[in-house]
């Protein structure tokens, strides 16, 4: 079991409110990620649930339970930090066993969930050695396996990728997403990667401010942000936002229309500008576009390979049902 | 990091050391403001009743005050500079590839170790010793008059004694500076074309700035209240009385507890000047 | 930096700082010879170095004439007390300062370290007559506390500096995994500190061993540590040197060799980890 909820939560440092009143219910076996730009209250909303700050004002249930006043240990919730928080005096062993020592847990048990631990993370021949002794990667595993013996109600995970070089994080992202179809527990990802976000999480939630923007599904969110921030912030390359005479063809005072939804040629078509810079990918062509009297720049994802250099002018085709529509405040409509 | 609960058992875990501390400022503080406005002379009569600011008035009157002045504030400030100056050309000459690096540091640092009562009367003695001394054997074999030392040039002995003491604490630090000092920025400032000479100036002192104010902090901390030196070298003679020595005769000494309490204040303010102003540097470097 | 030096200048440099070295260095190395002296060669003009006859002699005398046993216990009693006691006191408010700061750290530190200031001879009296009330004049325990409170606020500025350097995180995980306040600092903090508290312990045993106003001051017979047994020697009679220098040799050799293998650490220590 592992429902968390926040009822109108708060949090001031001295008088800056960080979180304004805030509600949210994360459901149990749910792999929900905090996503949003640094500083928007993200990692401060995690502490809160972990009990490492103490909320202003509001309620925080567990399973239903006030666990306002509840100290941190007495939660049932486990936590991976962003530098990973290994013991450097203890060996991997001792680390993983470290919360069990504390909860008192008989030695057989200890090492018989160590050793399972170990197992699933593939960490047997490193058990003896020092946290500073393993690779990046290793080390997150440590981490991990640390919060699994707890067999917490929930998992909490402060930005735990971001140390990591590219490569090994895609295959952490994996791995974490595959413990969480094993395991079905619930977990609480904090990452300012919306990449993270997209493809590890059943909910998204976005924050700006300390303000919850838009709660969804990742599909959700690609398809109707809610404002033009979520519009903005999900999905790679960001979608072009237009103010302006041409948004108000569309009756709006904002349009956004996402790279991969313009067509670009040679010939024709209702926009036109002069290639700045082309990415080539292979699988993808992304081109930065100037001169549209749109916007600074216009952003278009041409799939697979396609040659238009610096200084070509170029026409572009948007697909009129894949515009979204912003009104004077930001917020969709349609 | 700071939930409620973590912070009063902050609050408590502190308490035992801010309370022990404040104990020790404030019990024998308030005693001696209380002595300083009495006659009170333990050996001759005892509380002989208040006297107001007469203490205040004697001390800063006696003919032994504003020598006693001056002779802390030379032996400090010449202590600083000697020891700054030569700490730094040292600790550029260590910080040079050499043969043997780690013994030559350990032969440096060696003084710093030594107590303060040994290494006077090693100098005084050994050294000083208008007879038997080294210099004195020096002079002789170059045919010169000894100098006796601690009478003739008593200020530049007591100087030199503490100089040879706080100069490996100035070394060693400033050597440990210029070592932090990223190798990258001089080699860019070469290429930029800077000859050694203003490398040194534009970027290995002020990077040592910051250390050179520590050094100065700490050693003034200290050199204001050396003690042991001038009791086993000079006893406060040829005008070496500083005003730390001249308040332990006062009141240790004579038994003038009243007059020593009122020097005694006079020494505290005199350290609050000047704690005052190094205080603010160190905070700046707190915040850094 | 892997530019290639000449031998010439490695050469230049090399003799330049050995011979600064020794001289900085000689005064100990004369001392320590001339302990092996007898007294009619440690004054002999011209000075000898190295080719005398070699002696105990003066070492023995002094032992025995001053009971250099008690003085040494006594050393080693109120300095290593002192520095254990610091150390008991100051870990948890380092722990507090470095851990759960507030707006008042800053201040706390700073006026800690301005006790620091404080001369000595402005509380002399006081705490002479408090010590003489309390019968604690010319005892050990008096002035392990003494020494203890002068040397706190380096304890503690020493510890906060060592302890800041671990990443918070560390004891949240703690905290998380269900460790107790108690248990954090015994399982998880003091052992990841153990160099930085071991560096305290020893500077701070070597400045109270060296420390040479209170224990000039408030002892006499009985409890005087080696700073007094050595200002013993400032009224001498006769000849004297090698007996002076064999028992400075004593007093000074074992913080000397202390102070060599914890240099790494001093420059820290000392500059409240404002230098590193």
Known sequence: ?????????????????????????????????????????????????????????????????????????????????????????????????????????????????????????????????????????????????????????????????????????????????????????????????????????????????????????????????????????????????????????????TIGIRPEHIDVDAQGGPWQGKVGVAEHLGSDTFFHIHDTGLAETITVRAPGEVSFDHGDTVFLTPRDDKIHRFNAEGLRFS | MATQHSRSAARLMMAPAVILLLGWMLVPL???????????????????????????????????????????????????????????????????????????????????????????????????????????????????????????????????????????????????????????????????????????????????????????????????????????????????????????????????VGLGSAGGVYAVILANIIALFLMRIVGKNLDA | MSRTVTTQRKAINTALAWGIGLLIFFPILWTFLTSFKTEATAIADPPVFLFFDWTLENYSVVTERSDYARFLWNSIFIAGGSTILGIIVAVPAAWSMAFVPSHRTKDILLWMLSTKMLPAVGVLYPIYLLFIKMGLLDSRLGLTLVLMLINLPIIVWMLYTYFREIPGEILEAARMDGATLRSEIIYVLTPMAVPGIASTLLLNFILAWNEAFWTLNLTAAKAAPLTAFIASYSSPEGLFYAKLSAASTMAIAPILILGWFSQKQLVRGLTFGAVK
């Not at chain 1, 090994?168 to 992202?173: E, P, Q, S």
């Not at chain 2, 030559?104 to 208008?130: C, E, G, H, Q, Y």
């Not at chain 2, 901390?221 to 308040?247: D, P």
Request: net charge neutral; with cysteine.
């Open chain 2, 30 to 256: 308030t005693m001696t403001l209380y002595f300083s406005f009495k006659k009170y002379l333990p050996l001759r009569g005892g509380d002989l009743g208040w006297v107001g600011f007469d203490n205040y008035t004697r001390f800063i009157t006696s003919s032994a005050f504003w020598p006693s002045i001056q002779a802390t504030l030379i032996i400090v400030g010449s202590v600083l500079a000697i020891t700054v100056v030569l700490g730094v050309l040292l600790a550029i000459l260590l910080d040079q590839p050499m043969w043997g690096q780690g013994v030559v540091r350990i032969l440096v640092i060696a003084p710093f170790f030594v107590m303060p009562t040994v290494s006077a009367l090693v100098w005084k003695n050994m050294f000083m010793d208008p007879v038997n001394g080294l210099f004195a054997h020096l002079w002789n074999a170059f045919g010169l008059t000894p100098v006796e030392w601690l009478s003739q040039a008593s200020l530049t002995s007591i100087v030199m004694i503490v100089s040879w003491q706080w100069l490996p604490f100035a070394t060693l630090i400033l050597l440990t500076a210029i070592q932090s000092l990223d190798s990258e920025q001089l080699e860019a400032a070469e290429m930029d074309g800077a000859p050694p000479l203003y490398r040194f100036a534009y970027i290995t002192l002020p990077h040592l700035a910051r250390a050179i104010t520590i050094v100065v902090l700490i050693q003034t901390i200290f050199l204001l209240s050396i003690f042991a030196e001038i009791l086993v070298t000079t006893q406060g003679s040829f005008g070496t009385k500083t005003l730390t020595y001249l308040v332990y005769q006062r009141v240790l000494e004579s038994q003038n």
């Open chain 1, 1 to 253: 079991m592992g429902q968390i909820t926040l009822e109108k939560v708060t949090k001031k440092f001295g008088n800056v409110e960080v979180i304004p009143p805030l509600d949210l219910t994360i459901h149990d076996g749910e792999f929900t990620v905090f996503v949003g730009p640094s500083g928007c209250g993200k990692s401060t909303l995690l502490r809160l649930i972990a009990g490492l700050e103490d909320m202003t004002s509001g309620t925080l249930r567990i399973d239903g339970q006030d666990a306002t006043a509840i100290p941190p240990a007495k939660r049932g919730l486990a936590m991976v930090f962003q530098s990973y928080a290994l013991y450097p005096h203890m060996s991997v062993r001792k680390n993983i066993a470290f919360p069990m020592r504390m909860a008192g847990v008989d030695q057989a048990t200890q090492n018989a969930k160590i050793d399972a631990a170990a197992k699933a993370l593939n960490l047997t021949d490193y058990l003896d050695r020092r946290p500073g002794q393993l690779s990046g990667g290793q080390r997150q595993r440590v981490a991990i396996g640390r919060a699994i013996v707890r067999e917490p109600s929930a998992f909490l995970f402060d930005e735990p990728l971001s140390n990591l070089d590219a490569a090994l994080r895609v295959g952490m992202r994996l791995e974490i997403s595959e413990l969480h179809k094993k395991l079905a527990t619930t977990m609480v990802y904090v990452t300012h990667d919306q990449v993270e976000a997209m493809t590890m999480a059943d909910k998204i939630v976005v924050l700006r401010a300390g303000h919850i923007e838009q709660v969804g599904s990742p599909l959700e969110l690609y398809h109707t942000p809610r404002n033009t921030f979520v519009a903005g912030f999900i999905g790679s390359p960001k979608m072009n936002l237009i103010d302006g005479a041409e948004a108000e063809k569309h009756d709006a005072h």
